[in-house]
């Protein structure tokens, strides 16, 4: 059955990592937690694998109790993606604004080395204590997954959730590469740049099955 569902999956596979990727790439306290652990080379799977397992059950809670939501009020899907539309397109536009100034991640290596139970504490407070990740990783993915037909709900979930994995992953395992290249304000006004059309796409894509939806 799942395997029937595949050539239909490969768009709303790649919405949803896309969806994924543009919301959380961006400089914040976060990323800049697992870039240190990498640097320092403490505890790197632990954070890595806390931090997307805590997205991904996110995700899922997001996008199948917003899915079960709007199949009982069918009328509030249309209004939910006009909305989030507004959203994403209002993130796209403050990404294109971030393109234009410098800005750049930086994780010190210097300082005290945590303990196993003090990184976990600490990446679950930057992962859990932020406002914007239940705004973001909840409600948003969530509503726009639960948008999709129910077969292909799952295939949304795995592109968010690989989209995850791979950021933190590239974050904490890469992070000694990746460094100098975050140190650098271009390399982030060109990643602000693509995410910035990226989310004007998803967002006029929104608009389309917003409108032709019945």
């Known amino acids: 059955m799942l395997l029937d ?3 239909a999956a490969a768009p709303v596979f790649v919405q949803g990592l896309v969806l994924s990727l543009g919301l ?3 400089i914040g ?3 800049a937690f697992v870039l240190r652990q990498g640097l320092r080379r ?5 954070v890595v694998l806390f931090c997307s397992v805590t997205d991904a059950a996110l995700m899922t809670a997001g996008v199948f109790g917003m899915a079960q939501a709007l199949g009982e009020h069918p009328g509030f ?3 939910l993606a006009l909305a989030g539309a507004v959203f ?3 993130y796209g536009w403050l990404a294109l604004r971030r393109a234009r100034q410098s800005n750049q991640l930086r ?3 210097s300082g005290v080395g945590l303990s196993l139970a003090g990184a976990m504490a600490q990446a679950a407070a930057f992962t859990l204590l932020n406002p914007h990740v239940y705004l973001d990783t909840v409600l948003l993915v969530g509503s726009i997954g639960a948008q999709q037909p129910a077969a292909l709900q799952l295939w949304f979930v795995a592109g968010a959730s690989v989209a995850s994995l791979s950021w933190f992953g590239l974050l904490g395992f890469g992070a000694r590469w990746l460094a100098p290249w975050f140190a650098r304000p271009k390399a982030w006004q060109i990643l602000d740049g693509l995410i910035g059309v990226t989310m004007w796409v998803l967002a006029t894509l929104l608009v389309r099955h917003a409108l032709t939806s019945p």
């Open 77 to 79: 899907a249309r209004a």
């Open 88 to 90: 994403l397109a209002s």
């Open 42 to 46: 403490e505890h790197v799977a632990s």
């Open 107 to 109: 994780a010190a290596e």
């Open 5 to 7: 569902t595949i050539p």
């Open 29 to 31: 306290a976060q990323n």
């Open 24 to 26: 959380i790439v961006a």
